[in-house]
């Protein structure tokens, strides 16, 4: 079936460590996105790709980073810089030119 | 810099009702529109896509209307049933270089009782 796989389900992070969330799609989307959501609040843009081998920040970057390698794959890492990293991420990709945008399952991930 | 809006928070009816939710958005230069439903814990489902040449979308019980010079958009749910109870979410694109990123509103978390 083609989807947007992202793992691990769930996540935990001891302080001071980096992790990386894995987002996975098979429906030859260009365009994928990274997003955070706090309880209660909306999604907030991290990182998006509209190319292989290019990214760009989005409105809550620091403490972030992401690779695009490869087409189907953009992972993001949470580093220690991130002072607050619980939440939950969500992964998405879309067509380009169009914009009807589809989202994994997410991943939660807490700071023990 | 978009601003994107919600009400109500939240809302609960009986099974049956019609209803109707609301989106506003604070820059009328949007590429499109796009409502989402989201379950606890889970990840974004994808409803409607309204264009911003286009004045609504439907999809079975579901109707999405967009107004671009009011900077509002509704969704409309006919006759709701338990199985709708979830967090409903618009999200506007701008479009342009800026196409695909997504702005949204905070949610309307709606609960349909038996």
């Known amino acids: 079936d083609g989807g947007i796989t992202q793992s691990p389900k769930y996540l935990f992070r001891k302080e001071g460590q980096n992790v990386t969330l894995s987002c996975e799609q098979n429906?030859?989307?260009?365009?994928m996105y990274w997003y955070r959501q706090d309880p209660g609040q909306g999604l907030r843009l991290i990182y998006y790709s509209q190319i292989v081998n290019d990214f760009q920040k989005g409105d809550i970057a620091e403490g972030y980073s992401v690779s695009r390698e490869k087409k189907e794959s953009f992972p993001l890492t949470v580093t220690s810089a991130q002072k607050n990293p619980t939440a939950f991420y969500l992964c998405a990709s879309s067509m380009t030119g169009s914009t009807e945008a589809f989202f994994g399952q997410g991943t939660r991930l807490t700071v023990v | 810099k978009q601003e994107v809006t919600q009400i109500p928070a939240a809302l609960s009816v009986p099974e049956g009702e019609n209803l109707v939710l609301n989106c506003s958005f604070t820059?009328?230069?949007?590429?499109?529109l796009q409502w989402f439903r989201q379950d606890p814990g889970k990840g974004l489902t994808s409803l409607l896509l309204?264009?911003?040449?286009?004045r609504e979308q439907t999809s079975g019980r579901l109707n999405a209307s967009l107004d671009k010079s009011s900077g509002r958009s509704t969704l409309y749910i006919a006759a709701s049933q338990p199985g709708d109870s979830a967090t409903y979410l618009c999200?506007?694109?701008?479009?342009?270089?800026?196409?695909?990123?997504?702005?949204f509103g905070q949610g309307t978390i709606l609960t349909v009782h038996p």
């Open positions: 309204i264009q911003s040449s286009q």
């Open positions: 429906l030859n989307h260009d365009a």
């Open positions: 820059d009328s230069a949007i590429y499109n």
């Open positions: 999200a506007a694109d701008a479009g342009g270089t800026s196409y695909g990123k997504l702005t």
